[in-house]
């Protein structure tokens, strides 16, 4: 066996680590839309309260998917950086867990 050849080491029984990953993913999202339904609900009463207009309202409840738009240009420079076999290795790798 070549030094460089990578060794994959696979548990002998399942883990049950992806479904807590889902789990995970899956309270995430639905915090985030609990999040989203209640500033929109609550969007009248904040804008007399802090005195927004409507145009600021939008920007707060836009602030949601910032993060989401933000991370998606470093995702594509990562995926279409360096060799096809590299990017397939380590999304092969996230995958794994």
Not at 14 to 40: D, E, K, Q
């Amino acid at each position: 066996m070549s030094s460089s050849a990578e060794i994959l080491v696979r548990p002998t029984g399942r883990t049950g680590v992806r479904w807590r990953i889902l789990a995970l993913i899956f309270a995430a999202s639905f915090v985030a839309y609990l999040l989203r339904t209640n500033m929109s609900v609550a969007g009248e009463r904040m804008m007399g309260e802090l005195g927004l207009t409507q145009v600021q309202l939008g920007a707060v409840l836009a602030a949601f998917a910032w993060g989401y738009a933000a991370s998606q240009f470093p995702s594509g420079v990562w995926g279409g950086r360096g060799p096809k076999s590299a990017v397939r290795s380590r999304t092969r790798r996230v995958r794994r867990v």
